[in-house]
Structures are given as structure tokens and as C-alpha cells.
């Protein structure tokens, strides 16, 4: 009887730790995924997030468990035709298009909001189905930073913006436009006081939560010679008076807002800027203690969170691509951004079948300003993107090939030019491009490699080719990359194909293959 006590006893220990739920770990995206906005509608989540200059934009996430997400929609597809969209004139947005956005559900509409200093607009889009649309969209000056939507209990609608002086308009009762005959207020004049008064970045990114009769506004701050930090302000009118407090000041994790789970847990959703894969998203568990919520562990960002385990990036935030399409699929996989508004009579998925071919148009003398450079993002701890392209149809003074986008940017591509075809490596990060290496092509295919680590904050690239896919030949240096406010933006994979010299020529990519390495996440 002993002997069966035990082994029941071994056993059940067994089974215990073989059926541990893992748990999730922060962040809970290792990519760019910055200002997200979160609602609950039942138990799915929905979160929208910025990425400014690129199109289409606003991108729309789903998650059923708030850890693992996938691209849904988008809420636009073009934000304005104007030059700096279009790339045109030698105009550019890098670093501008649309802001952060603020996400609502109410009455069966969906609503996202967002702004753009582009323009110097504020947008209103709406739809019953935020997975499929259709959007419907408005917009009206001016531009309104960092604002948050909000419909009050009595059937009122708001909107909060600012940075440092906070104030709040009136909406029509659709959320249409600005109400006749409103006045704004300034509801806190110094948004910024609890983190002191020497500030580098004073408060703004406003997200309104209304919980158990009192209002919160989440706001973000950052104190010279400190780091990026939370801040809370509670009212019992949205009007005001706010009483505020420092809610988390650890990592430089902040900018976001609340949710709640169905079964009743809390969790603060905010960010980090973790150098050039960009800005991370990151959940903190919330406690409620005398009607505040109180962000974190002992004040602290757990590494780990009480929520399903992580799943892989791959495909819902990237994903590989093999060109190949059937009828109904959509053209591009959400996984894919333009940078910038496309020219769409000058890319194709039909005109070879099972290749994306970009052709040259107009004749442009830098990368930063060629139209329809096809982008998704990188990802961390590690990552891998390869393509193979058909370089059979340049023309001469074509540039084509795979970069990683952004102000140091790299790459690695074939240029043809005196009648060669070569194999080139650019690297920009001392501000200016430089062609390190070039390598004869001796035919008209080839295989093109990069590789990124973000690990711990290491921010390097290398680049390589190859003729068979098997065996790989680094080339050029090794570029250090490094996140930069004019293009605000974490690093990107890009297909590119640009003329210098004549249009007409053009670039078929066979595939786009992303990996990540994931171990010591």
C-alpha cells in the first residue's frame, strides 16, 4: 500500500508539471506596434496602433486572449492624395501621416479616430463589421493631438487632446464633427506637475476610461534626465477638477490606456522604445486600491503575466509570401505596407503568376523618395528576410533589390548600370548612403539575404547572396542600425525597385521568406 500510495503520488506530481500552463511574456509583441488603443467587445479584443506615413494605415489587431494578435483590417487605404503622400515633387510625411489613434465600440458602431499634421486634419472612421468593413470616413480641421474619443453615459461625446494644457471639445452626437456653438476648455493646465517640474516631454498621448462612476485619463510623461512615465488623472466629472498621481515609472514602459478581462482581471496596455525594432507593446497587470489603479508588480514591469503563453509573430503581425494568389484572396496580405501611397498601375501579382513585379515609372535619384518600396516589419529577438528576384528586365540605371527602411537604412540589391549588372551592398547609417561592395552578376537571377538582431538592444544587420539559396555570401558591412525621430518608425524589411535613368524596366520577386529566433525571448 505504500509502495502504490507513492508511485500515485509520483505520478500525480508528474502530471502537474507536465500540464503547467506557460505563461506569457513581456513584451508581448517584440515588434513595432506603438500608441495602441484596446477595446473589449465581449470577449475579443480589438487594438489599432500608428503607422504614420505608410499605407494603407491604421492598422486594425484581434486577440482572444490578449497576447497573441493578428492584423484584421486597416481603417484606411489611402489617408490624402497630396504630395507628400504620393511621394511627389520631391515632398515626403516620413515621420508625420497619421498619429495615434483612439479606439471606441458604442451602439454597435466602431469608431477610430485618428490625426495628421500632413494634413492638419482629424479623422473620423466608422463601421458595424471592424474586420471587414466597410469604413465610412469624415474628417474636419484642425489636427487635434493625441486625442481620445469618448461617449459619456448621458449620451454626450468628447474628445480630450492636448500636451501639457489638456482641454476637451463637444461632439455632434454621431461623433461627426466638432457641435455647433461649443467652446473648448481647459480641463488640467499642467498635465505634467505629479512627474515634477523639469520635464523633457510634457503629457500628452490622452486615453479616457470611465470605470465605476469616476473618469481616468492615462497620460504619458517624460522628465528630463529620467525616463518615459505613466500618469493617472481621476475626476468625478469629466470636467474636472483632476487629481493625478505617477502610476509607473519603470523601463520606460508607458503610453496606453486599461482593459479589463471577462472574467474581471485588469491590465494597463503600454509601450517601450526598444531601440531600432522600434516601439514594443507590453501588458501590466492592475490592481484597484482606494479607487486608483495601481500599475505593476511592487511598482515594477513583470517579465511574466498570468495569460496564455506567446505564440510566434509569424503569419499574424508578418509573414512569408510566396506571391501565389487565389480568386478571392486579397491582392497583399495585411502583413504588407506600402511606404508611402502606391502607384498602382506600376506593381502587379497577375502579370507574372506567383511573383510580385515592380516597375519603374519616373526616374528618382534616392531611395527615400521612389514610390512602391513593399514593407512589413521586423521583429525580435531576431530575424531573418530572404527574397529571390528575376532581374532579367531592368533597365539601365535600375536599382532593385531588399532593404531594411529607415533614415540609416540598408541594403542589398542589383544595379544595373554601364551595362553591368552587379550585386551591391548600400549602407547609411553615418547619414548618407554608401555603395561598401559590389560583386559582378553573371546572370540574371539571385537570391538576397538580411539578418537582424535586436537582442538586448545589440541593433545590427547583415546582408548576403546567394545563387542557389543554400550557400550564402555575406556581403558589404554590417550595418548598426539606429532608430530615428525624422522616420519615427522601427526598422522595416522593404522590396524596392527604382530607375535612375530610364522607366520601363522592372523586378519580379519570387517570394518574401520572414524567420525569427525566438529563444531567449
Not at 474636419?140 to 471639445?169: E, Q, T
Not at 505596407?337 to 526616374?363: A, E, F, V
Not at 517570394?511 to 531567449?520: D, K, P, V, Y
Request: overall charge neutral; aromatic content about 12%; proline content about 4%.
Amino acid at each position: 500500500m505504500k509502495f502504490i500510495a507513492t508511485l500515485a503520488t509520483f505520478i500525480l506530481i508528474h502530471y502537474c508539471v507536465v500540464a503547467q500552463v506557460k505563461e506569457a511574456v513581456n513584451p508581448i509583441i517584440f515588434a513595432d506596434v506603438p500608441d495602441m488603443a484596446m477595446i473589449r467587445v465581449g470577449d475579443v479584443y480589438y487594438m489599432s496602433s500608428t503607422t504614420m506615413h505608410m499605407s494603407p494605415g491604421v492598422p486594425i489587431m484581434k486577440s482572444n486572449d490578449l497576447v497573441n494578435w493578428h492584423l484584421v483590417n486597416y481603417a484606411y487605404d489611402t489617408l490624402a492624395n497630396v504630395d507628400e503622400l504620393n511621394l511627389n515633387n520631391g515632398k515626403s510625411t516620413y515621420g508625420r501621416g497619421s498619429w495615434a489613434s483612439s479606439l471606441r465600440y458604442h451602439k454597435g458602431q466602431y469608431y477610430v479616430t485618428t490625426f495628421a499634421q500632413t494634413t492638419g486634419k482629424t479623422y473620423i472612421f466608422t463601421t458595424k463589421d471592424i474586420e471587414k468593413g466597410p469604413w465610412k470616413a469624415l474628417s474636419f480641421k484642425p489636427s487635434y493631438h493625441d486625442h481620445s474619443l469618448f461617449f459619456d453615459d448621458d449620451g454626450r461625446v468628447y474628445m480630450i487632446y492636448g500636451a501639457g494644457k489638456l482641454k476637451l471639445l463637444e461632439l455632434d452626437s454621431d461623433a461627426s464633427g466638432i457641435k455647433a456653438g461649443t467652446v473648448e476648455q481647459v480641463i488640467i493646465e499642467n498635465a505634467s506637475a505629479a512627474a515634477g517640474t523639469n520635464i523633457m516631454l510634457p503629457s500628452e498621448g490622452s486615453q479616457l476610461f470611465k470605470i465605476n462612476g469616476k473618469y481616468y485619463l492615462f497620460n504619458i510623461v517624460w522628465p528630463k534626465g529620467g525616463m518615459r512615465t505613466v500618469i493617472i488623472h481621476r475626476a468625478d466629472k469629466i470636467t474636472g477638477p483632476y487629481e493625478s498621481k505617477v502610476a509607473l515609472q519603470d523601463l520606460g514602459v508607458a503610453q496606453g490606456g486599461l482593459i479589463d478581462t471577462p472574467d474581471g482581471n485588469w491590465y494597463a496596455y503600454l509601450f517601450r522604445d526598444y531601440g531600432a525594432v522600434g516601439r514594443i507593446p507590453y501588458l501590466v497587470p492592475v490592481q484597484w486600491i482606494d479607487g486608483w489603479p495601481v500599475l505593476g508588480v511592487d511598482g515594477k514591469v513583470p517579465e511574466t503575466l498570468n495569460l496564455p503563453e506567446n505564440k510566434t509573430l509569424i503569419p499574424g503581425i508578418v509573414a512569408s509570401d510566396e506571391f501565389n494568389r487565389k480568386d478571392g484572396e486579397r491582392p497583399l496580405p495585411l502583413v504588407w505596407q506600402w511606404n508611402h501611397n502606391p502607384d498602382n498601375s506600376l506593381w502587379s501579382l497577375t502579370d507574372r503568376k506567383g511573383y510580385l513585379r515592380l516597375t519603374t515609372g519616373r526616374i528618382d535619384t534616392s531611395f527615400f523618395l521612389a514610390r512602391n518600396t513593399l514593407t512589413q516589419r521586423t521583429i525580435g529577438p531576431e530575424c531573418t528576410g530572404i527574397t529571390f528576384m528575376d532581374v532579367s528586365n531592368m533597365k539601365e540605371g535600375d536599382f532593385a533589390g531588399l532593404a531594411l527602411l529607415q533614415k540609416k537604412f540598408g541594403m542589398v540589391g542589383v544595379r544595373y548600370s554601364n551595362g553591368i549588372k552587379s550585386i551591391v551592398m548600400v549602407n547609411a547609417e553615418s547619414g548618407k548612403p554608401v555603395d561598401v561592395e559590389s560583386v559582378a552578376l553573371a546572370r540574371n537571377a539571385v537570391y538576397l539575404k538580411t539578418e537582424c538582431n535586436f537582442r538586448n538592444l545589440v541593433d545590427t544587420a547583415d546582408f548576403f547572396y546567394s545563387h542557389d539559396g543554400k550557400s550564402w555570401t555575406r556581403i558589404g558591412s554590417q550595418l548598426h542600425m539606429a532608430y530615428t525621430l525624422p522616420h519615427f518608425m522601427g526598422y522595416r524589411f522593404g522590396l524596392f525597385n527604382y530607375a535612375s535613368r530610364n522607366i520601363g524596366g522592372f523586378a519580379d520577386f519570387d517570394f518574401f521568406r520572414i524567420e525569427n529566433r525566438i529563444s531567449g525571448h
